[in-house]
């Protein structure tokens, strides 16, 4: 055992230590996704897998944590002897260094009774209290649940000292904060949380703003971008007498010019613009097909132009893996000048290839390599960013192990940007066509499409409570219906289902003034760069951060600029209460205010009143 004694400091180092038992625990992958995605910096620690002590103040003499997130209670009595987690106590009030337990049993440690009752969240209907309102101030009352979250329920055993934030029934405890007699605060948590469990989702950046008294590096949105596919082009049609794609003549399905009409209206009454990823053949092959001179659906598109945001999915949506760098260029350079010359403003420096083609396919039998030409084409036509398919893996460009799912990567000159699928096929535009698809190529036990819709939502919803700005992608046959009683099976369209839930849950559980982020393509590919420079940033360690009570400092011994994010700094733009957004640190030294300032913690007496401090030791090991 070895304890370090170091001079007394008020510097703390901007980061979060996440303490495990073995690092698979829910709340623990949970909590370092949510950090990472937020650009927070963080240790990860399993104390399994530990195999030297933990210093809790660096070499400079500052303290090297803002906050303590421990997956479940015991840890700390496991990692040190009570000498050392006395002194850890005193580190943490003298420099107000904040804990949070994210799933207990309640009992007179955390200041609750023993649980009176225990079982699954979704049983339960917890709200915010009055206290929790301020904590959480980007939520409404009402907390979402998802199921597979188990619950213990308790009381505080003194009102004085621990003060509930997310209660069940009859004012029991799910979330509460614990003040201990020495002023320490702690956040005690009865229930346990996964990664996709959005009762754990909406409650993160609450936590961390708690947790590091407001300020802290990262920040958070909530985003939600939709791309629609083929738009102008028809897809083939599911057969479910056939079990198969339709693909006789005549059996294909396209939009109509009410279906455009409806999802003008319903994207303005709802407040979400949906990206049309166009390809202008589909309006000249409509028009030979049917003998026509006019195209009804983009006429009505033209005339409701503003409502959409257009993005490039060549004119033809040709297959792009056997053709060459002119070919492409022309399949890119024609759908430009087709939309050119209706006034249409696509989405500069953005591509969508038809099917994800020219870039690999480790999915495809056998695995389909990326096609050089792709690169070269969007070189030569100053695009920086084309879209990818987020389900799949891609080859990494030094031949190692494959870029995971959703990982963006650079083709060329551009930023792959990685877009969700959804459940709802390309040839479906009726619930039938969904749910006999997915039985019979997925092998899915569905009984109802509104099982299909709350899997997808839940799945989207909690990808927009994650900090996950990657677009969803529908395709056009999804939009067929709407009010239009001759269109689909007279129901409304596929994809309103599945986003009227989406935001009829988000609308339920979150305050009117946090609305919902809606990046570009081109943002999203900027954002996702940024994300990727930072992490390089922490990485080489070029970056330090500290607090006091008053005062941020950055100090960058890279000798570049560096994009940092920050939150409760008194710069960026306000979001869900507090202040956040990009910072540039110039090489030096760099001082922000912080938005909220620091208390001095003060200990309770035995009646739950303040009484003096001692003097404190800021050094602790362990075992």
Known sequence: MRTRRNRRTTRVQMRVLLLGLTGREPAFPAWAQWLTAAGVPF????????????????????????????????????MLEPRERAALERLERQHAVRRLTAYAVPGPAHGLTGAHWSGPLEELEPRLTESGRRVFPYLRDRLPVDPGSWAHLAYPLDAERFETLVEGPDQSVLLGLQRHDDGREELVQTFNANANQAQGQVLRQGKLSWLTHGSYVGFDRNYLSVHIDDVLLANYSWSVELHQSDRRPGQSIRMTEHDARYAAAWGRDQRLRLDLACNGSGSSLHRALTGRTDDPLLTALLAERDAFGWLNHTYEHSD????????????????????????????????????????????????????????????????????????????????AAPIPPGTPFMVGPAIAVPRYPTSLP?????????????????????????????????????????????????????????????????????????????????????????????????????????????????????????????????????????????????????????????????????????????????????????????????GATRR
């Open 320 to 399: 792009l893996d056997e053709l060459g760098e002119s070919e492409i260029e022309a399949e890119i350079e024609r759908n430009v000048s087709w939309a050119r010359d209706l006034g249409l403003e696509m989405e500069p420096g953005a591509l969508v290839t038809g099917a994800h083609t020219g870039l690999a396919n480790l999915a495809a039998t056998p695995p389909r390599p990326e096609n050089p030409a792709l690169a070269a084409a969007l070189r030569s036509q100053g695009l920086r960013y084309v879209a990818c398919d987020a389900s799949r893996p891609y080859p990494s460009a030094d031949g």
């Open 43 to 78: 240790d990860a620690v399993s104390l399994n897998d530990l195999a030297g002590p933990i210093q809790f103040v660096d070499e400079h003499g500052a303290v090297q944590y803002q906050g303590l997130i421990l997956t479940e209670d015991g840890l700390i009595e496991i």
């Open 426 to 618: 390309h040839d479906a535009a009726t619930r039938s066509q969904v749910l006999d698809r997915l039985r019979s190529e997925n092998g899915q036990v569905l009984s109802t499409f509104d099982q299909v819709v709350a899997a997808e939502a839940r799945t989207v919803f909690n990808s927009v409570v994650g900090n996950d700005p990657r677009p969803r992608y529908f395709h056009q046959s999804n939009m067929i219906g709407g009010r239009d009683p001759m269109g689909g099976d007279g129901m409304p369209a596929l994809i309103y289902s599945i986003l009227n839930a989406v935001l009829d849950r988000y609308r339920c559980h979150f305050a009117p003034n946090v609305c919902l982020v809606q990046p570009t393509m081109g943002e999203i590919g900027r954002l996702l760069l940024r994300r990727q420079a930072w992490r390089a940033a922490q990485a080489r360690g070029s970056i330090r951060s500290f607090t006091d009570r008053t005062h941020l400092t950055f100090i960058n011994n890279g000798g570049v600029p560096v994009e940092m994010p920050i939150t409760g700094a008194t710069v960026g733009a306000d979001y869900a209460g507090q202040k956040s957004g990009w910072v540039r640190l110039m090489p030096g030294g760099t001082v922000l205010e912080r938005q909220t300032k620091i208390e001095e913690p003060r200990s309770l007496g035995a009646a739950g009143t303040p009484s003096p401090g001692r003097g404190l030791m800021p």
